[in-house]
């Protein structure tokens, strides 16, 4: 569970994480350019989304939103793993403990080793991972660090619950109740590779030897060769678990489905162009993600393309693409780069997305409650005064912290209230000047000063409930940061197109610090209001929060319809809608209906102007969109074009007829899944493609040896010529031309000569 952004091309090779059970993701290249980092989840998933200040839980059975954990401050991108009962936040600093069943933030947690980790969920965890520094820290009721002494190149955790990875020249493994490594199993340091789960149990698979070897016992098993036709670069991407017994590994542009057995060649899928950075098992379908056009391929364990989605355009500024992750229940999670929309991949291979927006899920007490915000333990390990801070573009890397190879791994246990850092001795790699200390020191334990007290947070659900020319005010507490909150401003203004005469237009009310409801009187019935309340400290004053528009008495009009309503059919087989809002200062929408001449029904929010259908293909299809608000719904709106879905056709059956020097080609014409024919495709080993409108085509000038004949469709939109085309599964056969007759001898030879000749071919 790393970020793209700290992965993705660092000079040294680097590991991602491993799941329970297969259906893990993203391989590892020891000498080349890493891979996007997934991590093991248990049932569901949880992200944190920095807009909200909030940790969301996503149901990947039921695509919703079903826990909310507010009140969480942290930088945008933060991973969250979970425990059995906890759930954790990682900071740049620490951690952040939150309570599953509770939804409640119980502490805070320094740690304070200069570096982001890996997040590995497993029994007795979960754990961080700090690669450079070789530290991993077990998560739980006690903070446990267990030193490596070297640099980690991969890491996993198995079906048995271990937690197996590879330093600089061994296999080690942490059982779940353990507290030190067990390292028996000597490591090719120069070799490639990554570590992996065949079956539930840890293997190698070594690409610079092209073999997979079993770890497990005290000794490692007998290598079995990865049968890989082409090249396969030591920069390969490995997947961390098979799929039916097949290993699936990115080669550059190819996804290779190598038999984890021997006893069968690999599948080798040649991918369309992109930078393909991570490959991972999603229940019984591979899934591979190109993080240029930021589209998610998946196929099936033979090879066969499933299904395309795109992720959309990157959002927010931190570095790197998606950050994904593989569930215990065998689905995918690929959240976006500030959590507010998490794709699932489905184990067959079917892609959606999840909506990460906090409304009306279960929450925190704490969003409801005047419940102080529980303090952090450890000084420092919390900001107060902003609600977010922006991910370093550098951090320094320390030395390893030295170790003697074969002596027991030292562990050491962190109480949370009272942290202790340890800085290892800097050294010098290649030059040391002093020998390494055969013990290590133990450092006077340090506290940063408290921060000082800053301005309050924001209050939370700010609502309005009107009445008869009134509307009562209501707010949930807002964060002290250091200093208790003395008082709230609450105020109202007139919403933009409503006008008074002889009422205010504004006004400002201040009350006690424990209130957390207002009225006021004098509104215009009928009228749009903004109410806005802001907390107070004796530090100043924090950010104001706005109510959405409340129409006094619900006399508020119903919306206008949108516009510019259009649709458009995706080679993938799905169909995207587009509208624009109605009035761009009606801020009184609450939503949209998005209706298709199909019977197909989507409800939409209010920030989002576009949506994904997936009708029947071949049959054309229409949408009108719907505006609401409080008052009612809009007229529907114009209707967008007739579109007609189309998908890859399916591939055609291919014959060959073999003749003397010649092949002649026919295929059946194969179900185009509802897309207009462009042309055929046609393939033969050693000649050049050829583009055929009919269902035949016929090669000559062949030599008497066999050949790879494939026909694939290419299709388009019905009726739209500029529609984008789509490629068909290729249908293939294999046939061997008949040796060709003699040539006949040159117009100058006797006529004997040229009798034989004759007399030779009618014998033949």
């Not at 700290?6 to 891979?35: D, K, Q």
């Not at 996993?156 to 061994?170: F, K, P, V």
């Not at 890989?228 to 490995?238: F, I, Y």
Request: net charge positive.
């Amino acid at each position: 569970m790393t970020r793209l952004a700290s992965a993705i091309r660092r000079p040294v090779a680097w590991w991602t994480v491993a799941a329970l059970v297969l259906g893990t993701f993203i391989g590892y290249s020891a000498l080349g350019r890493g891979a996007p980092a997934v991590a093991f989840q248990q049932a569901g998933h949880w992200v944190y989304n920095a807009t909200l200040g909030a940790v969301f839980r996503v149901d990947g059975g039921g695509k919703n939103v079903d826990a909310e954990v507010r009140g969480v401050q942290a930088e945008t991108g933060s991973q969250v793993v979970q425990g059995a009962t906890n759930g954790y936040v990682v900071r740049s600093d620490g951690v952040i403990v939150f309570g599953k069943s509770n939804l409640t933030v119980k502490n805070s947690v320094r740690i304070g080793i200069p570096e982001e980790p890996i997040g590995i969920e497993a029994q007795g965890g979960p754990y961080l991972v700090y690669r450079q520094h070789g530290q991993i820290v077990r998560l739980g009721d006690q903070l446990q660090t267990i030193t490596v002494g070297s640099v980690v190149s991969s890491a996993i955790a198995t079906a048995d619950g271990a937690l197996w990875l590879r330093d600089s020249d061994h296999f080690c493994k942490l059982a779940p109740a353990a507290t030190t490594l067990a390292c028996e199993l000597p490591a090719q340091g120069k070799d490639a590779g990554a570590l992996l789960s065949v079956a539930g149990k840890p293997a190698f698979a070594n690409l610079s030897k092209r073999t997979l070897t079993p770890l497990s016992g005290e000794k490692a098993g007998h290598a079995v060769p990865l049968d890989v036709s082409g090249a396969l670069p030591t920069t390969s991407v490995v997947a961390q678990s098979d799929v039916n017994g097949r290993i699936p590994i990115l080669a550059g542009q190819r996804l290779l489905l190598v038999d984890a057995a021997g006893a069968k060649a690999a599948e080798s899928i040649n991918l369309p162009p992109g930078r393909y950075d991570a490959v991972a098992a999603a229940g019984a379908s591979v899934a591979v993600v190109d993080t240029d056009k930021r589209v998610v391929r998946t196929f099936a364990p033979d090879g066969k393309a499933l299904h395309t989605h795109d992720l959309g355009k990157k959002k927010g500024d931190r570095k790197g693409g998606p950050r994904v992750t593989a569930g215990q229940d065998g689905r995918l999670y690929i959240d976006d780069e500030t959590g507010q929309v998490v794709t699932v991949v489905d184990g067959d291979g079917s892609v959606s997305e999840v909506d990460v927006n906090g409304d009306d899920k279960p929450v925190s007490p704490s969003a409801t409650k005047p419940t102080p915000t529980p303090t952090p333990p450890t000084p420092s390990s919390t900001p107060t005064s902003t609600p977010s801070t922006p991910t370093p573009t550098h951090r320094p890397i320390l030395p390893p912290v030295p170790v003697t190879i074969g002596k027991p791994r030292t562990t050491e246990t962190v109480l949370p209230p009272h942290p202790t850092e340890h800085k290892p001795k800097k050294t010098e790699p290649t030059r040391p000047t002093t020998p390494p200390p055969t013990t290590k020191p133990t450092p006077k334990p340090t506290r940063k000063p408290v921060p000082p007290p800053a301005a309050p947070g924001a209050p939370g659900s700010v609502t309005a409930k009107p009445g008869s020319g009134k509307a009562t005010v209501t707010w949930t507490a807002a964060r002290a940061n250091g200093a208790a909150i003395s008082a709230y401003k609450v105020s109202f203004r007139v919403a933009p197109g409503t006008y008074v005469v002889g009422l205010p237009a504004s006004g400002t009310a201040t009350v006690s610090g424990s209130s957390r409801s207002h009225s006021f009187g004098q509104l215009l019935n009928g009228g749009g209001y903004i109410f806005t309340v802001q907390a107070i400290n004796s530090v100043g004053s924090g950010p104001a929060v706005d109510s959405k528009v409340i129409s006094i008495n619900g006399q508020a009009d119903p919306p206008g319809p949108p516009t510019k309503v259009a649709a458009a059919a995706k080679p993938d087989g799905s169909v995207a809608v587009s509208w624009s809002t109605p009035n761009a200062a009606d801020y009184t929408l609450s939503g949209y209906t998005v209706l298709g001449s199909d019977g197909t029904k989507l409800q939409v929010p209010t920030y989002q102007t576009t949506a994904t259908f997936n009708p029947p293909k071949g049959k054309g299809v229409s949408y009108q969109v719907t505006a609401t608000n409080s008052a009612g719904t809009s007229v529907r709106s114009a209707a967008s074009r007739t579109v007609y879905p189309y998908g890859p056709a399916v591939a055609p059956r291919v014959t060959a007829k073999p003749g003397k020097g010649s092949l002649t080609v026919n295929w059946t014409v194969p179900n185009l899944n509802g897309g207009q024919l462009v042309h055929y495709v046609v393939s033969v080993t050693g000649q050049a493609d050829r583009t055929v409108t009919t269902t035949s085509t016929r090669y000559t000038g062949l030599a008497a040896v066999g050949v790879t004949i494939t026909v694939e469709a290419i299709t388009r939109e019905r009726n739209n010529s500029s529609s984008p085309t789509a490629t068909g599964t290729a249908g293939s056969t294999m046939a061997t031309p008949t040796a060709g007759a003699p040539a006949l001898p040159p117009a100058s030879a006797p006529a004997g000569a040229v009798r034989r000749t004759a007399r030779r071919r009618k014998d033949r």
